[in-house]
């Protein structure tokens, strides 16, 4: 496939099904591209190149990661 959509992949299965996950995931982009959902950040820094944070029925577009898990920790309770 072009994409893959992702939702919530560290939050599934035990520790072998979350290797396993990673493994593919690793190999499956050098082809392909990631439109992933997740709570995780640090799997948002390992494989995504920009974020889109839901805030007040709204969404954020970022092309930068760190201003965008910034924004997300500052604005944790508003977030939906």
């Known amino acids: 496939f072009d994409f893959y959509l992702i939702d919530e992949l560290s ?3 035990d520790l072998y ?3 396993k996950s990673k493994f593919f ?3 499956k982009l ?3 591209g990631f439109i992933m959902i ?3 950040l640090k ?3 390992n494989y995504c190149q920009k974020a889109f944070v839901i ?3 709204r969404i954020k577009n970022f092309d930068n990661l760190s ?3 910034d924004f997300y920790k500052k604005n944790l309770k508003d977030i939906n």
């Open 11 to 13: 939050s599934a299965g």
């Open 17 to 19: 099904f979350r290797e």
């Open 25 to 27: 995931l690793d190999k």
């Open 30 to 32: 050098k082809n392909s």
């Open 38 to 40: 997740d709570h995780n």
């Open 43 to 45: 799997n948002i820094q």
């Open 55 to 57: 805030h007040n029925k």
């Open 67 to 69: 201003k965008a898990i």
